[in-house]
């Protein structure tokens, strides 16, 4: 379902972020020579983004939240966009790895930044190389419900009798394969990719609950009357989600700094919620 907010005036956002751009670019002479991120991101005139494959709705076939957010950031810095898409490794050490401080064995990377990382203290204690900051969303485990079949759920035993999709694999599948001991695995559907597939099982009646990513469900179900999206009714869910944000190199502080006071610039002009809306989710501040 599209949106019609209107956005904030690009051009004047974008000229506020130069000029906070240039001012942290002239701080930077006091940033060791190893820090040169910066110089060299301007110098090649594009910034490399390393982008998940394949995650609607932040990134699918070259568009997405994450897309246009990366867009943004490069015209704050005065530079092309590149985008690095790649797979997800087995964790998310690896991909810090593989696209921010080393780069990957296949050849490629590192980008100059990677998007939708998750800002934990325990994940940056266990990588020293980067430097993960500037949460822009805050991500949630939700269930989304067809009202006229399943009125409440405002507890897990409410999906008694009720047909569940939710992508195996995923932290949605996890806490509903263990919920109450196991009690409702058989009423689950597990062969769904993500939570986009999954709401739009639901939309099509194949399911009367589908379960994911609050982004994934809002995406496709948000604003339509005749389902609910609400956080998933068990205490092991994280209440409160998670921020997403970016990462760098360690020493790459200058560039840090930039990007940092861009994403300040598009969060406190409106312009990152708006490309939320855009793509009909509701954003929340990290």
Known sequence: ???????????????????????????????????????????????????????????????????????????????????????????????????????????????????????ERALMDANPQVTIFAPYYRERVVMARNLERVPALDAMSNLAGQNVAVPGQTIAGWLLLGADGGAYRNQLSTQWKDGTECARALRRGEVTVAAGLASELESELRGDPRFAIEPMPTPRAPREGWANGLAVKRDATDLAQVLQEAMNQLGQSGWLGAIFARHNVAWRAA
Request: aromatic share 6%; charged share 20%; net charge neutral.
């Open 1 to 119: 379902m599209s949106s019609n907010h209107s956005l904030p005036n690009r051009r004047d956002c974008l000229r506020r972020m130069a000029g906070a751009a240039t001012a942290v670019s002239l701080a930077s002479f006091a940033i060791p020579a190893s820090a040169a991120s910066l110089a060299k991101v301007r110098e090649r005139g594009t910034l490399i983004v390393g982008i998940y494959e394949d995650m609607p709705p932040f990134h699918n076939a070259g568009k997405g939240i994450d897309v246009e957010l990366a867009q943004a950031l490069a015209e704050a810095i005065g530079v092309k966009m590149t985008l690095l898409p790649f797979r997800a490794d087995d964790s998310m050490n690896d991909d810090l790895r593989n696209m921010v401080w080393r780069g990957h064995y296949l050849g490629y990377g590192p980008a100059d930044v990677l998007m939708h990382v998750p800002v």
